[in-house]
């Protein structure tokens, strides 16, 4: 049968041409994202570079984690304030050698809203930092900047969390783009950041090793370890990671619509040729010859067509990092990396899909009957398997007790960006497992009014899209996947944003909130809260962690606040207890915790690695997860206010309570915003990595989307020029004939797109669903410019690849035409 099906495929070239090029474009797809996501799993090790030099030969630093033993091995956290080395490790130093004492302290210069990285110029010397012009900095006032921050002789305002003064650029130093440095003289410095985070020591590092013996949590850093003392050491391999989450997230998403479209493509295939397949059977071809045939066929198609999409894979992959490096997803460095597995898997997949998606029609195939070829009607019949059927079922089943859970025992597992990049897969494959049932009625009801109006096209547009149900379905598939997939992403990372607003926005009681864009110091604070007629609070954000289970070390945001203030400027979602009662020996936690009664004491690690152990006065509900948790600032040490709530006293007049607040926060940069500016102002936003993220996912999944439905039309129109022809021999001109195939097509588009806009709504409504479960009430934020945009994008590939075809096939004479052989 091999030859055979050689002989098939050169007469039905069009056909195996349409999957041929849907398989190398999945298979290229596949292979790319496979590439991709091999390159992120090392990061290069970074040298040190804050003490490169050879003057910085070990480097003694405070703890900046907190290590809990368990039963399992420690557990390990970063430290959100690290207290950094006891001044009496510096002195145990000193008789060792020279020793530098080293401050990393935020910096805020002029009105930027990015904070640099304030350091005493001691240190200049180890990165190395030069001087480019000018000289160190000798008096209080002086500093010297990088370049490009501000102009040696330029007087600038600088804002530290102890304050804000005007200040002389006496010099400045080369960048080196890890970090952009502030230097101070080391006397201010000191006064500004009292905390020491590193201790240079010019001496042997056995012998320091051995002088710090004993003291809890100092590091000894020496070769190449001294990066650990760097800005953010790990940065490389946490940007690799965030792409890592993005590429594993596309090509999950990718892979779906692939191997769904390939399936379906390759089924189409097969389910046109009945009428061959019944010529074969005539011709005493028994069942199993049949099958035989079809899987020699997607077996050469498949070898053939993984094998390009490989070689597509290679040019791909370079092409998304560029893509990924140039929008900032990724960091600048990275690279593809020689890798055979993505490979492997890619032709493996692409080879066992094309299989798959004949098998089942193979079968089908094979049962075909000679008087098959007798018949000269186009209408499908049972086209649907018991196959779809059970598939189509469990989907659906899946899906739907997949959101009864999440609705009954976890609400908030549907706002997690695996779930809600996974969980509508099943209901895009169940709608098109289902889709032969669906497009006849969805068909005959959409198309109703058109067929009412006067002429045939538009009936004849309703009878061909509903009786041809194969190829119909076959078309709406792509489409389907493109607006659901559209619907989907976007509509839920949008209701998920309208609710964290909402659920911040309604915890708010404040009428103006202070914010500076950096630390607000403790004067700053008491500042605005001798305005007359106010109540004012800062907001100070810090860490706390709990084990659970003995095994889980957790961290969680903890918000520092006055407790006095608390219940006026902010109306916590509390289920239990009063946020009244909150003092020094206390805490209000979330529902989440393990431990949440009123009354508990729960042991804790505060933001500097002190344990403590704090009752429990309120537990509130979690929410979408930016609850967090509530202390005072007794319990939060090291952490400075980042912003400062303020409530109008009854009676206080407004304009005078503002103008006063003004000029309290003018000597720290603070902006004074009314409720509905802040609100304005923060709410969840999509920044723009995670735009171009989804874009990535989005873009991939839709332009395949898109040639898959381009594919499938051509293979569908080509299929029927016979009909094409009989409509001209009943007297039907070419334009007419070509404007009830444009009709048709775009039909059958709005259909996919009817189906697709369920999908989306009954996933969106899932989301809402569970936001409401948890108290949250936002409005379902449906995409209608992407939905619209997909489904346009989709009509326009539809009127165009089914069109162009038919008039091109259409130049042949109708009477030749009729009588070509299929």
Same mark, same amino acid.
């Given at each position: 049968m091999l030859s055979v099906a050689l002989r098939t495929m050169r007469t039905r070239w069009v056909t195996f041409v349409g999957s041929f090029i849907a398989l190398a474009l999945g298979v290229g797809l596949l292979a790319t994202m496979g590439l991709t996501l091999a390159s992120t799993f090392d990061a290069p090790e970074r040298s040190p570079e804050r003490f490169a030099s050879a003057a910085s030969p070990v480097v003694v630093r405070g703890p900046d984690t907190l290590r809990v033993p368990s039963p399992i091995g420690d557990r390990v956290k970063p430290l959100t304030q690290p207290p950094g080395l006891d001044p009496q490790v510096s002195g145990k130093l000193a008789g060792l050698g020279r020793t530098t004492v080293d401050r990393t302290f935020d910096v805020h210069v002029g009105t930027g809203p990015k904070a640099l990285d304030g350091h005493p110029w001691s240190v200049a010397a180890f990165a190395p930092y030069r001087l480019l012009d000018g000289r160190a900095p000798a008096a209080d006032s002086e500093v010297v900047v990088a370049k490009g921050t501000a102009k040696t002789g330029d007087r600038v305002e600088v804002r530290t969390d102890s304050g804000s003064a005007a200040r002389t650029v006496v010099g400045t130093v080369k960048s080196t783009g890890f970090e952009n440095p502030v230097f101070f003289s080391d006397a201010e410095a000191a006064r500004l950041s009292p905390r020491i985070d590193n201790i240079v020591v010019d001496a042997p590092v056995e012998a320091v090793k051995s002088a710090v013996a004993g003291t809890a949590g100092v590091q000894v850093l020496s070769g190449e370890n001294r990066r650990l003392a760097d800005p953010d050491p790990d940065r490389e391999k946490e940007a690799l990671l965030g792409v890592n989450i993005l590429i594993g997230t596309a090509g999950g998403v990718t892979t779906f619509t692939a191997v769904f479209v390939v399936a379906s493509t390759f089924a189409f295939a097969v389910a046109q040729r009945r009428r061959e397949f019944g010529l074969l059977r005539t011709a005493g071809a028994t069942p199993g010859q049949v099958r035989r045939m079809v899987f020699a066929e997607a077996t050469v198609i498949g070898v053939l067509a993984s094998a390009a999409g490989c070689v597509l894979g290679a040019y791909g992959a370079p092409y998304l990092a560029r893509v990924l490096v140039d929008n900032e997803v990724a960091p600048s460095w990275f690279a593809i990396k020689d890798a055979s597995w993505p490979y492997w898997i890619a032709f493996s997949t692409g080879l066992l899909v094309a299989m798959a998606g004949v098998w089942a029609a193979s079968r089908r195939a094979g049962k075909v009957t000679p008087a098959e070829a007798l018949r000269d009607a186009a209408v499908d019949t049972r086209t649907m398997t018991p196959g779809r059927w059970v598939w189509g079922g469990l989907l659906l089943l899946a899906g739907t007790y997949v959101l009864g859970s999440q609705l009954i025992s976890d609400p908030q597992d549907a706002i997690h960006r695996k779930t809600y990049t996974i969980q509508p897969m099943w209901w895009i494959t169940a709608f098109a497992c289902l889709a032969p049932v669906l497009v006849r009625p969805l068909t005959r009801l959409l198309a109703w009014l058109p067929a009412q109006l006067p002429g045939a096209v538009g009936m004849l547009m309703r009878e061909n899209a509903a009786s041809s149900v194969r190829r119909t379905a076959a078309i709406v598939a792509p489409v389907l996947v493109a607006v659901a997939l559209a619907g989907s992403l976007l509509g839920v990372t949008g209701t998920i944003n309208e609710a964290k607003a909402a659920e911040t926005n309604s915890q708010l009681s404040a009428d103006y909130v202070i914010s500076s864009g950096g630390g607000i110091d403790d004067r700053s604070v008491e500042r605005v809260k001798e305005v007359a007629g106010v109540t004012a609070t800062g907001i100070a954000s810090s860490g706390i962690y709990t084990m659970e289970d003995g095994v889980a070390l957790i961290q969680d945001e903890a918000r520092a606040v006055d407790p006095a203030a608390l219940p006026l400027v902010a109306d916590?979602?509390?289920?239990?207890?009063?946020?009244?009662?909150?003092?020094?020996?206390?805490?209000? @936690? /979330?529902?989440?915790? #393990?431990?949440?009664?009123?009354?508990?004491?729960? +042991? *804790?690690? !505060?933001?500097? $690695?002190?344990?403590?152990?704090?009752?429990?006065?309120?537990?509130?509900?979690?929410?979408?997860?930016?609850?967090?948790?509530? @202390? /005072?600032?007794?319990? #939060?040490?090291?952490?400075?206010?980042?912003?400062? +709530? *303020?409530? !109008?006293?009854? $009676?206080?007049?407004?304009?005078?309570?503002?103008?006063?607040?003004?000029?309290?926060?003018?000597?720290?940069?603070?902006?004074?915003? /009314?409720?509905?500016?802040?609100?304005?102002?923060?709410?969840?936003?999509?920044?723009?990595?995670?735009?171009? $993220?989804?874009?990535?996912?989005?873009?991939?999944?839709?332009?395949?989307?898109?040639?898959?439905?381009?594919?499938?039309?051509?293979?569908?129109?080509?299929?029927?020029?016979?009909?094409?022809?009989?409509?001209?021999?009943?007297?039907?001109?070419?334009?007419?004939v070509l404007r009830l195939v444009a009709a048709e097509s775009l039909m059958v588009v709005v259909v996919g797109g009817a189906l697709g806009l369920a999908v989306t709504g009954l996933y969106l409504f899932g989301v809402w669903a569970c936001l409401a479960v948890m108290s949250v009430w936002s409005p379902v934020a449906v995409p209608w410019q992407a939905l619209g945009g997909a489904l346009g994008v989709c009509a326009l590939l539809a009127v165009t690849f089914s069109t162009v075809p038919a008039a091109l096939a259409l130049r042949t004479r109708p009477v030749e035409l009729a009588g070509m052989r299929e």
């Open positions: 916590l979602p509390v289920i239990a207890g009063r946020a009244a009662d909150l003092d020094d020996g206390s805490i209000i @936690v /979330t529902d989440e915790w #393990a431990k949440h009664t009123v009354g508990e004491s729960v +042991d *804790v690690w !505060l933001g500097d $690695g002190s344990k403590t152990s704090l009752k429990i006065v309120a537990v509130m509900r979690t929410g979408t997860g930016n609850n967090g948790v509530y @202390v /005072t600032p007794h319990n #939060a040490p090291g952490a400075t206010a980042s912003r400062i +709530d *303020v409530k !109008l006293r009854p $009676g206080a007049d407004a304009a005078v309570a503002a103008a006063a607040l003004k000029a309290a926060a003018e000597p720290f940069g603070g902006k004074v915003l /009314t409720k509905q500016e802040w609100e304005e102002a923060t709410a969840p936003k999509t920044n723009r990595q995670t735009r171009v $993220g989804f874009a990535v996912v989005l873009g991939i999944a839709l332009l395949y989307s898109c040639i898959a439905l381009a594919n499938t039309l051509v293979m569908a129109t080509a299929d029927r020029v016979r009909d094409l022809a009989v409509l001209r021999l009943a007297g039907a001109t070419k334009a007419q």
